[in-house]
């Protein structure tokens, strides 16, 4: 065989090649479609091939609120959601390139769900990947619903809508943005987010909404109230407030040594507004500020939670970082009509000062939330020490030698003293308490004293006979 005589022979293997494919094509319809874009066209009228997609990002945490929108803009009829055969190249592929790929295999297929989160013990099978053909104002549109997908480097959801008329396009993403607002899985939740585990991007959690009475918390005379009323008192009274021009937005910074309170005192505030969405963000998760004040702006009446904010606002070279000052522009980013509080913890006021001076009007009310002194020393002895056997003299005294400590450590202390009688198969009493006060204020105990908060120095120690036993004084917690 020449080398003429071989090319001709290639020529004519690949145009009887050509042949085939196009006698396929033909077979199947419009040669630039694949099946599925077959059965689109079948629903839009028109050549799919030919029309524009536009492209709605998402979210991902938002996935939950579109599959339930877009469910009741659905008919009933199972053939209205479609799945995408195809392989792994269907999730990197757009809807353009799904409908008008006839070389690619892309069909009609099985649908993509996941398991998504509607509250802290509830769940829904959302479309992950799947394609709605949707009549809306009586005209078809397809819309390709698709989650994130991190591990392809798609860090948010998807919608990319196909219709034959642009404006029935702005139309539909109008009225479904209004849909995924009042069927929002978000709102009156309490919240928090988490990052993913391919390092970009966040996920929410939903949180329990935390019980926490007013009888929890052990703080000054007033400064309970104070909170309260800034934070819940203005929401229940915005009527009131805007008919009188005032603003709603406000920011509340709780300060004070590590343990004395100020946690505990954000989870008796989220315990007191049910119905009202809450955001936490602690610590590292504070860089997600912008998502969380996006949430609390659209499910206002809202409450973002900044705990240990001093965590992202250390100085360099007397500068604080960009984030803090993004955790400040977010809180004057909101109208002022936004009903939403922003509540601030930190340890270390100081670190935060130079900021909220050079951006003033953010934090409407700073609270110091101190160690107790010696009448709630009292009361956290006696909460914790409810229902055993210790005599008001010795708790009392207890607390009188316990100066500079917090509530972590009186629960400590407690704790120990159960634990000294236990070892002994024995009913704990006031010498056990003495022996772990003792051991508790030693010098070998200083780092545990500095992990429970307490800077309390040495003191006399109680002895029984010291004080009578009081029957007049209940052990019980001060209510």
Request: net charge negative; charged share 20%.
């Amino acid at each position: 065989m020449t080398e003429d005589t071989f090319d001709r022979d290639v020529v004519r293997a690949f145009k009887s090649f050509m042949d085939r494919v196009v006698s396929a094509a033909d077979d199947r319809g419009r040669p630039g479609l694949s099946p599925l874009g077959e059965v689109v066209t079948a629903h839009l009228g028109r050549d799919a091939s030919t029309l524009p997609v536009v492209s709605e990002s998402l979210a991902d945490h938002r996935l939950v609120d579109a599959d339930i929108a877009l469910t009741t803009l659905t008919d009933s009829d199972p053939a209205n959601l479609l799945g995408v055969s195809g392989g792994q190249q269907r999730f990197h592929s757009t809807l353009s390139e799904l409908v008008a790929s006839p070389f690619q295999g892309f069909g009609p297929g099985p649908v993509d769900y996941s398991a998504r989160a509607t509250g802290a013990t509830s769940t829904r099978q959302v479309v992950s990947f799947g394609l709605r053909l949707i009549r809306f104002h009586d005209q078809p549109i397809a819309v390709l619903q698709r989650a994130a997908n991190p591990q392809f480097g798609r860090y948010s959801a998807e919608l990319e809508i196909m219709a034959v008329s642009p404006q029935m396009v702005t139309d539909f993403l109008e009225h479904l943005r209004k849909l995924m607002i009042e069927h929002s899985v978000l709102r009156g939740q309490v919240l928090s987010f988490v990052q993913t585990e391919y390092g970009a991007g966040a996920g929410i959690t939903f949180l329990e909404r935390p019980v926490v009475p007013p009888a929890a918390i052990v703080l000054p005379e007033g400064i309970l109230g104070t909170i309260a009323d800034h934070v819940i008192g203005i929401g229940e009274q915005r009527l009131a407030l805007l008919a009188a021009g005032q603003h709603l937005k406000r920011g509340v910074l709780l300060y004070g040594p590590p343990g004395t309170g100020k946690t505990l005192t954000v989870r008796h505030l989220l315990s007191e507004t049910p119905g009202i969405t809450a955001v936490l963000l602690t610590g590292a998760s504070i860089v997600h500020i912008a998502a969380a004040a996006e949430i609390a702006r659209t499910f206002a009446p809202s409450i973002v939670v900044l705990e240990d904010i001093d965590l992202v606002a250390m100085q360099r070279n007397a500068t604080p970082q960009p984030l803090l000052f993004e955790v400040l522009d977010a809180l004057d980013g909101l109208d002022g009509d936004a009903d939403v509080a922003f509540v601030i913890t930190t340890n270390r006021v100081e670190v935060l000062e130079r900021a909220l001076a050079e951006r003033p009007g953010r934090v409407d009310l700073a609270v110091e939330v101190p160690l107790p002194e010696l009448a709630e020393r009292e009361r956290l002895f006696r909460r914790y020490a409810s229902g055993l056997p210790f005599s008001p003299a010795a708790l009392d005294a207890a607390a009188l030698r316990s100066e500079g400590v917090t509530g972590s450590f009186a629960k400590e202390l407690i704790r120990r003293a159960v634990l000294r009688a236990a070892l002994r198969a024995e009913t704990v009493d006031d010498d056990d308490l003495q022996i772990a006060l003792d051991d508790l204020l030693s010098a070998g105990e200083d780092l545990t004293r500095r992990l429970l908060g307490t800077s309390s120095g040495d003191t006399p120690r109680w002895q029984p006979h010291d004080a009578p036993f009081d029957a007049d004084v209940s052990p019980n917690p001060v209510q």
